[in-house]
């Protein structure tokens, strides 16, 4: 029997009433209804000005600042007119999180009445602190002074909560000197260096049309579910978003049986009540399942412009967790918050398009004679081979290393999986032949009544942290918690880069005389040739290709983040960043030590918590169970039977090296370095290990002191109770 707390939160979880489903109400009903979007301009504004706003979201350019009191006006009547009394530029700090300044559409008169205000000037800039979010040195406490500025690619929207309406307002977070001290900002200047690269191949490619060219991300977010009364008793799941300690229970994963299963009725409502809000917001969530871990779930929107999705990435994240406390749930978006089962991605399709070209990574049904797919994709397997370490770097976190490489997802060596039939093709070309490629089919079943199957041309790698998967990619290796800004800024800074390169390659053949086939054909040889020792088909888990990748074809295996944020002091991470205009140098260096300060102190938490629960709850527990079971010795004894004392002297031991690893762990603590990179080093290297050797001692002996003195709620408990 579980002990008392623990069976009160279970007979908690048994006796709590189901959330009531609210009748469904139709798509086009819910469709972005809280969404200032173009439609909703189009109605308030005038002609002439809604205009000048759409040409610009839609081709780019300086917005027209007289518009701006314009559109103020028709935001502000429609957001009160839907009872909102509060407005908010929302913004994405150094954190992973978002972060929002409220203030009220009040303005008070000389008379002692209030009116309701919002100029163009309250639309366009804010001033939240500059120093109290990280900066990296940036700004000293005493500089306080930032701006937000709206960002007029994101549409407005209204955030609904029990305790009121805001208009929230997207933006971008700048200091006073500048520098970018968000994510959204980098993003922006990304794809607008894309965008310029990417136009410059297409017009060398001969097209004349070239609407501005975009990236596009469709982010599938997985999470787990836990109930509320559980986490409350998991002072780890609490403040570190994962178990310290657990031993693994008798059934896990291993059955396979929860993947793609039926979804729990407490979840399903729970899933319907996310669905409806984001609907609401303009999302297009599309996809949701169950995952392969007991408790995991999966979340998957449709493909939208980078920028926007980014947005809608976040507030997918906040609707989760709000959600969930309205359902006695907690969403944990920890990448790997249980041990022994697999943890949580956010795999991040991406590719780049535009209106008149399309989407310039489909392949077609013929790659081979696909020229303007060629070089593109070229540009992808010259840019991940270039800057793979940075793409390593992009995805480091403190959680995300305990995913990387675990069976569930791929390894640390950045790689670019591209499919047979494209694997083939780019080495036809590595050859200095090019005859053709491989078709679809159709696969029969054998049963007259299903259907011809249509088969792909090429197989999908799960194992590949960077894979094709028909028209895009998808990077496999984002963790579940974190934003998607970083990756897609490092993925569009790397093909502006390629781009460059390759019509800098390109306009060099043309110059000299060659037709254009033949120049591309040069251009992609040459890129195979410098840089497909990238390109990997096989089994990215295989102790095999970890050694062939580092000694044969000379990628980095950047295991850890201590080993990967240095990535980003690197000479040439920092001129293409400056090159590109996508991060100063200032800029770089502020997030390698921001990054850098995140893993640290999320280390640091997670020891000073492992110490407080293995001595204050799992320590005095054992004691006691000791203390219960010497005295059963005793009594056998007494009684002239012969007392099988290995049990206690197991529990005794392990009990002991619990004590010993906790002072090694707090010696280590207190033997912090103060320099950044031995700081990094330390948390990795010291402090991980001895952390893992208290869980070690503590998972031995959940397995033998009485459940009904164990303080701690169970895997079993926690993956399976619903």
């Known amino acids: 029997m579980p002990s008392s707390q623990r069976f009160q939160a279970i007979q908690t979880i048994l006796d709590r ?17 809280d969404v200032f979007s173009l439609a909703a301009m189009k109605s308030a504004l005038p002609k002439a000005v809604f205009k000048s706003l759409q040409r610009t979201i839609t081709r780019g350019g300086k917005l027209d600042t007289s518009v701006a009191d314009v559109v103020a006006q028709a935001m502000k009547a429609w957001a009160t007119s839907r009872g909102a009394l509060y407005y908010a530029h929302v913004f994405y700090p150094l954190t992973n999180l978002t972060a929002e300044k409220h203030d009220g559409f009040i303005a008070p008169q000389g008379d002692g009445t209030v009116i309701s205000e919002f100029t163009g000037k309250l639309l366009v800039q804010g ?66 260096a894309m965008d310029q690269q990417a136009r410059r191949l297409l017009q060398l490619l001969g097209e ?94 449709f493909h939208e412009a980078a920028n926007v999705a980014t947005d809608h990435q976040q507030l997918i994240m906040t609707v989760l967790k709000a959600t969930a406390k309205k359902h006695g749930l907690t969403c944990l978006l920890h990448e790997k918050p249980f041990a022994g089962v697999n943890g949580s991605g956010k795999h991040v399709n991406w590719s780049i398009g535009n209106s008149s070209q399309g989407n310039l990574l489909d392949p077609g049904s013929t790659p081979h004679d696909n020229l303007q797919f060629l070089l593109f994709c070229g540009a992808v397997i010259r840019g991940v081979h270039r800057f793979g370490p940075l793409m390593r770097a992009a995805i480091a976190t403190a959680s995300n290393d305990h995913r990387l490489g675990a069976n569930e997802a791929p390894p640390a060596i950045i790689s670019v999986y591209l499919g047979s039939q494209l694997e083939d093709v780019f080495s036809q070309i590595s050859s200095g032949t090019l005859e053709g490629s491989a078709k679809a089919a159709l696969m029969s079943l054998g049963v007259d009544t299903l259907p011809d199957l249509n088969k792909d041309p090429g197989d999908r790698n799960r194992t590949s942290p960077f894979a094709f998967t028909g028209n895009r990619f998808e990077f496999r290796a984002v963790g579940s918690g974190q934003s998607v800004a970083g990756p897609l800024v490092v993925l569009n800074t790397i093909m502006a880069d390629s781009i460059q390169w390759i019509s800098d390659q390109l306009e060099d053949q043309l110059n000299s005389g060659a037709p254009l086939e033949e120049a591309a054909f040069a251009v992609l040889k040459r890129t195979m040739d410098d840089h497909g020792a990238v390109v990997f088909g096989g089994d990215g888990y295989s102790t095999e290709w970890h050694e062939m990748a580092v000694k044969e074809r000379g990628l980095e295996n950047l295991r850890t983040t201590a080993d990967a944020l240095p990535v980003l002091q690197r000479a040439d991470i920092r001129d293409l960043f400056e090159r590109t205009g996508v991060l100063s140098p200032v800029e770089l260096e502020s997030r390698y030590e921001v990054y850098a300060e995140q893993y640290t102190l999320a280390i640091e938490v997670e020891a000073k918590l492992v110490l407080r629960i293995a001595r204050t709850q799992i320590y005095p527990v054992v004691t006691a169970a000791l203390k219960h079971l010497a005295s059963s010795l005793k009594a056998q004894e007494a009684l002239g039977l012969t007392a099988d004392q290995s049990v206690a002297r197991t529990m005794a031991s392990l009990n002991q090296a619990l004590l010993q690893q906790c002072d090694a762990l707090e010696s280590a603590l207190a033997a912090t370095p103060h ?39 169970t895997y079993q408990e926690m993956l399976f109770m619903r």
């Open 675 to 713: 320099d950044l990179q031995p700081h990094l080093a330390h948390c990795a290297g010291t402090l991980l290990p001895l952390m893992n050797a208290v869980r070690a001692a503590a998972d031995g002996l959940e397995g033998m002191v009485d459940d009904n003195l164990w303080p701690l709620p």
């Open 17 to 33: 009433p189901p959330v009531d489903g609210k009748e469904p109400l139709g798509l086009e009903e819910l469709w972005a209804s």
């Open 127 to 192: 001033e939240p602190d500059g120093s109290s979010f990280p900066n990296g040195g940036i700004r000293s406490t005493f500089e306080a002074r930032g701006y937000t500025a709206w960002d007029v690619t994101s549409p407005a929207y209204l955030m609904q909560t029990p305790n009121g309406i805001t208009l929230c307002i997207p933006t971008v977070f700048v200091s006073w000197t500048g520098e970018a001290l968000d994510k959204k900002t980098p993003l922006l200047r990304s794809n607008a």
């Open 208 to 301: 004349t049309e070239i609407a501005p060219v975009n990236s596009s991300c469709g982010a599938e977010q997985e999470y787990f579910l836990v109930d509320a009364a559980f986490t409350a008793l998991r002072p780890d799941l609490q403040l570190a978003g994962r178990t310290l300690f657990g031993a693994a229970p008798a059934k896990g994963q291993q059955f396979d049986d929860h993947y793609f299963g039926a979804i729990p009725e407490r979840v399903q409502v729970f899933m319907q009540d996310v669905e409806e809000q984001l609907y609401r917001l303009g999302i297009p969530a599309k996809t949701r399942h169950n995952e392969v871990a007991p408790g995991q779930f999966e979340i998957a929107p």
